[in-house]
């Protein structure tokens, strides 16, 4: 009997490595026809796809053939192809390149039988919509259009004719149009902009070469402006525009132009450009940043623009400008979370503390950093809510049977993660709060931290924050914080921020591994801690990522008044910049991170230092506060003492 199981296990291996081979095989074979399609090759494709039928992405198998020949498909194979893969995320990229063709060659009566069974339709798509509704003479698409006027400010080509057609039917007119432009170089959108100078009335258009002066060099031509040209509206737009750019650079230049030229400008124009100037100093924490915004008056200001009013007047602690410019918002930015909790600070600064507290009940809880905030300010302790109940068997076993889960895994096992989660993504929509837990489940079981994470923080009453903030390679990361002495909470909501625990995770800048480390960085990190024989190849090994990534935070911290809030900036934007960044007094640490500069930074800080909130919660058992973590960050020196220069 003995004998015999032996025998069995010596055999298992070789009945199953036919099994094996034939999955590792139809997988490079998959990739070999994925390689085909990119390239164009349709007779390599046709083969490869023989041999592909009943592989588990034999779908996109399909998808590729009929792309390559798609100018010559038939309405009848597309229909046919979208009714045996209905609702899943390959019909959909057809749905797309096919009304993509249509819209482009105008056959509206085939754009118009798809468009409608679109989920997601992106903007040139929508376009085409708005297009084929014109071709119609449904003048109601010209309503649809306009507010696209203002805010598609650098348009993909099939909107042109959507937005030419508000020029034609005269619904935009000269004003519109200059609108149109500020927005544009206010957005730094400078080439759009010098498109839609085409739009203007022949009187009001200036050449292309002078357009191009006061996009590159406008100072020059400000400067050789008559005294008096109030009565020529070309020179009048294009001098706050001229202005608008050279306050990019510098405002204090902008604002000594706006002033000698302010007699020739109009109300609203002189308003605009003192706001732009503005806007540019407050970006650059330039005291002077408070005086030109009351010089803009009662100036519309775009979104961007008001919210640099608001952080300009924290920093400056004028609360009551911090109040009279949130309450003049449009009422969809004012109920954003981070206006909401500031209002309700300048609300308690001017005494009115009910309706502080009512604000901040309205976020309090939200899982963030302003609803962690709020929690703080209303003597709400910040713990994870109660933990929802493992998935059940039947549970796991209807979510992995779902064709978009079955994808993004296979996707994720032949390592191509943006397919993956393109899918996974897609197979999200509309799941209830237990198919997510589900989904998550599944994803940790697979290793996909990422998407775990991403199907556990979509959850609406129902959550599981181990998930939502999963914690893996403890053995590693703990003794890695450990032996540099750092919170390890601040470490992983570091990790969760930086690379949502990918391994191999890179960047668009080249930043590398669970840490994110840029090469010169983890170079720099490795010869300062006495790390021999280190080459770059190393930085993706977990062991070596977090020795480097953590000996870095430590030398950053030490760098930085030991201060978590201006660590985390210098971790994304630099030391040097995190050091700038600081004001003349002290500022409280949520106000600082509110004003950084870089949106990337600051939507990073706030991550992190929310992130180490809850994985300290997770980790001690205890509730847990924001502001003791945020605290008070001390005033940028008169003259700092020389530092390392860290990179």
Known sequence: MKFRRTLLLLFIPWILAPLGAFAATADEQFLAARDAARSGDKARLERLAATLEGYELASYVDYWRLLLDLKETDPATVEAFLNRHPDTYVAEKLRIDWLRQVGKGQQWASFDVEFPRLAQPPQDISCYALQSRRARGDRSMLDDALPLWLTLL?????????????????????????????????????????????????????????????????????????????????????????????????????????????????????????????????????????????????????????????????????????????????????????????????????????????????IAGQPDFYGNLASDDLGQPISPPPRAAQPSKEELAAVQANPGV????????????????????????????????????????????????????????????????????????????????????????????????????????????????????????????????????????????????????????ESLDNHPVLASAAYNAGPGRARRWRADGPLEGAIYAETIPFSETRDYVKKVMSNSVYYAALFDGQPQTLKSRLGIVAARPASEAKSEDLP
Not at 216 to 237: H, K, T, V, Y
Not at 254 to 261: F, G, H, K, V
């Open 154 to 362: 650098e348009p993909p080509e099939p909107c042109y004719p959507v937005l030419e057609a508000l020029i034609v039917e005269k619904r935009v007119l000269a004003d519109g149009v200059w609108a149109r432009i500020r927005n544009q170089f206010e957005a730094n959108k400078t080439p759009a902009a010098a498109y839609s100078i085409n739009y203007l009335p022949p009187s009001q258009t200036p050449d292309k070469k002078l357009v191009q002066t006061i996009i590159g060099a406008p100072l020059p031509w400000l400067i050789r402006l008559p005294n008096d040209f109030s009565g020529n509206r070309m020179q009048r737009e294009l001098a706050i525009l001229g202005i608008q750019r050279i306050a990019r650079n510098d405002p204090r230049m902008a604002a000594e132009q706006l002033t000698r030229i302010s007699s020739s400008l109009q109300t609203n124009e002189k308003g605009w450009a003192w706001a732009q100037i503005a806007r540019q100093a407050a970006w650059k924490h330039m005291p002077e940043a408070i005086d030109w915004y009351r010089l803009a008056g009662d100036a519309p200001l775009s979104d961007d623009v008001a919210e640099w009013k608001v952080r300009a007047a924290l920093r400056a602690q004028d609360w009551g400008a911090v109040r009279s410019t949130i309450e003049k918002m449009p009422p969809a930015l004012a109920a954003q979370s981070a206006w909401v909790y500031w209002l309700g600070r300048a609300y308690r600064a001017g005494g009115r503390l009910a309706e502080a507290n009512a604000l901040f009940a309205k």
């Open 406 to 557: 079955q994808s993004a895994l296979v996707f994720f096992r032949l390592n191509l993660r943006s397919e993956g989660v393109r899918e996974w993504n897609w197979a999200l929509r509309g799941m209830s709060d237990r198919e997510l837990l589900t989904a998550s489940e599944i994803a940790l079981r697979a290793d996909i931290y990422d998407r775990a994470i991403a199907a556990a923080d979509r959850t609406r009453t129902e959550h599981d924050y181990s998930l939502r903030y999963l914690a893996p390679f403890g053995d590693q990361v703990r003794p890695a914080a450990r032996n540099q002495a750092l919170d390890d909470a601040w470490v992983y909501g570091l990790m969760r921020q930086e690379s949502r625990f990918i391994t191999h995770a890179r960047s668009s800048v080249g930043a590398s591994g669970l840490m994110q480390l840029m090469p010169a960085t983890a170079k720099w990190v490795a010869a300062k801690i006495g790390l021999k024989n280190y080459h770059q190849g190393q930085v993706n090994d977990t062991e070596t990522n977090l020795l480097l990534g953590t000996s870095y935070m430590r030398l950053v911290l």
